[in-house]
Each structure stands twice: as C-alpha cells, then as structure tokens.
C-alpha cells in the first residue's frame, strides 16, 4: 500500500472553482483525499466541495491563508496522514502535477517538495512583470538568508511529509505563508526541494494574494522574514 | 500647590476606579497591575514632590515638569504594547479556537456518516 496522502485545499469564497479542484484530485491514481478549508467564506463553497466528494472543515470565520493551511496540517497530524499536498482552492494548480510534486517526499528525497512555475522552461501562467519583480527580489533574500534558491517562493503548490505537517500543524506562518514557511523549515535544517509544474491563472473571482508588486507588502514580508532570522528555533515548537 | 492636589486627586482617583473595577471583576489582577502600579507611583510623588524634583535633576531635565510629562508619555507607551502583546494573544487563542472547532465539526460529521452506515 501507498503511502495516505491528503490534499489540503484552503478555498475563501471559491464556490465557482471549488468543485473543479476537487474532481481533478479525485482524479488522480494515488487515492489522494481532498480537506477543503472554507476559510469562512459568504457563498456555497462548502456545500460545492463536499458535493463533489471532499472533506470539508468549516472555519467559523476568516482565518486568512496562513490559518487555513494549518488547520489542514492539523488535520493531517490528527490522521496520521504520511503527506500532505497544498492545493489552492482557485484551480490555478494543475491536479496533472501532483504526482511529480510528490514524487521527491514519497521517494524521502526531500521533507518539502515545491512546485515552480518558473523551473524547465517557461509555459503556462508566469504571472505579470511587477510580481515577477517581487518574486525574483524574495528569491535572492531567502537564498541569502538560508542558502536555498526558491525560484517560486510565493508558490503554494507543495507537499510535505510527517516531520513538516507535525511541524506546521504547532506551528505555521500567518502573515506571508509561503515564504515564510520557506525560511522556517530551511532554520530548522529541512530538505526542500522544487519541481517544474505548470500552472493556469485562476477561472473565476479575485485573487486574494494580487498585491506582490506593491512596495508595502514588499517591505512588510522582508521585515516578517528578517525577523523570523531573529528568532530562537524553540518558538516554532516541539517538533522543531 | 494647586496643580500638586489636582494630580494627587487625578492618580489616586485613578488607583480607587481600577481597585473598584477589579473588586467587581470587571478587571482581572493581570490587566489591572500596571495602571495600579502607575497610579501608585502618581499618588507618592503628588505627596512627596521632592521625588519627582530630585529625579528630574539627576537626569538633567530642565523643568521638572517636562520630566512628568516625560513619564507620561513612557507610561503610555508601555501600557499600548502591553495592550498589543494581549491582544496578539487572544487572537492566536481565537484563531486555535476557530480551527478546533472546524475540525471538531468534520469529526463529528464523519462519525454521524459511519453510524448511518452501520
């Protein structure tokens, strides 16, 4: 038997994508099993996920991305789950991937496996020119700060095994998640490694994370991230 | 002597409302501390102003009164960070709350399932 595999799907007002995204793991040879975290949205995602065969967890309220994806971690540690896979909720990652995404943790090659837009070539959605900037200005800092280059940092296509769900299930960044999760499992001497997917821009709604190429969040996520350099490794818990 | 009576009536005033907030629990011992610990300290230096001249001398303020307000103002800052470092807390307990409870809900709607299979 394979290892349990769940696919943590956090989703906020997402009911046009929803169901989607969760067909497309279904989808998939591995018997992935599909959490969507309805991050307290307003419409019908909850009730589009679990009619299209997901479990789903129901946030009371907006937790933001960085709550949503640990209550999934939870949700994995809580099941002895061996990997957990982050989708997000809008169908802009391709479920077609998901096999090469964990191929690196199942094969214990790495702890964190991410999916880059930007390795192998450039096809698919490569985002515009101002978030590109942003993105190659984090790939620099977190290369010098941790010595890993994420050609993707902002990526939220990855998976993780045990050691990092029981790690983020105590513990998981709220305020800029996908680089900060970066820097802290590279402080805590986990493998990370990328893969090459292609991804597709998002169908329906806004995208909540649109604001990369303004200066303040640029400024906000260096800050966040110097400051985790700041911090005594025993703050990210137990299993760190 | 005017403005001695009125900051003597102005912190002890002060100390009496956060002692009667926390007699009727309104204030818990944690919260109400500090501002019993600054009202205190008001109250002795209104009572014995050569306290407050003698420190502002020795810090080389020019007037002893821009030491007080000086003091004010540092007291404020404290107790806002202080309100920020509770807060912060009570958002992370919130947020774990919220997390729980969703989980908790998918538990129970997974066991409702199983029974029903039964």
Avoid at chain 1, 215 to 225: C, E, G, L, R, S
Avoid at chain 2, 38 to 51: A, C, D, E, Q, W
Avoid at chain 2, 64 to 82: A, D, H, K, Q, R
């Amino acid at each position: 038997m394979g290892p349990r595999i769940l696919a943590i799907i956090p989703a906020y007002n997402e009911a046009g994508n929803i169901a989607r995204t969760v067909c497309e793991v279904l989808a998939q040879p591995q018997g992935i099993i599909p959490l969507v975290i309805d991050d307290g949205s307003r419409d019908q995602t909850s009730q589009e996920a679990f009619r299209a065969g997901a479990r789903v967890v129901q946030l009371p309220f907006n937790l933001g991305i960085g709550g949503a994806v640990q209550t999934g971690y939870r949700y994995a540690l809580e099941n002895n789950f061996d990997i957990a896979v982050q989708i997000d909720g809008d169908g802009q990652h391709d479920s077609a991937y998901l096999s090469v995404l964990i191929q690196p943790v199942v094969d214990g090659e790495a702890d964190m496996s991410i999916g880059s837009r930007f390795l192998g070539g450039k096809a698919g959605f490569q985002s515009s020119f101002g978030r590109r900037l942003g993105i190659g200005f984090f790939r620099g800092l977190i290369r010098f700060l941790t010595g890993f280059y994420a050609t993707d940092p902002t990526s939220g296509f990855r998976a993780c095994n045990r050691r990092l769900i029981a790690l983020f299930a105590g513990y998981y960044p709220s305020d800029f998640p996908e680089p900060e999760a970066i820097v802290v499992a590279r402080r805590l001497r986990a493998r990370v490694c990328e893969v090459p997917v292609i991804m597709r821009e998002r169908r329906e709604g806004k995208s909540s994370i649109g604001k990369l190429k303004s200066p303040y969040y640029m400024i906000k996520v260096t800050a966040a991230i110097f400051l985790h350099m700041l911090k005594d490794r025993k703050v990210y818990g137990p299993w760190a | 002597m005017g403005i001695r009576v009125l900051e003597f009536l102005l912190s002890f005033s002060v100390f009496l409302f956060v002692v009667e907030l926390v007699r009727r629990e309104k204030l818990t011992f944690k919260y109400a501390f500090a501002w019993i610990f600054f009202s205190v300290i008001g109250v002795v230096f209104s009572l014995f102003p050569v306290i407050p001249y003698k420190i502002s001398k020795v810090l080389g303020f020019e007037l002893p009164s821009n030491f007080i307000f000086f003091s004010l103002l540092g007291m404020f800052v404290f107790l806002s960070l202080l309100l920020t470092v509770f807060l912060c807390q009570q958002n992370r307990r919130n947020d774990r709350m919220a997390q729980k409870i969703g989980l908790l809900e998918e538990e129970m709607r997974a066991l409702q399932e199983r029974m029903k299979g039964r």
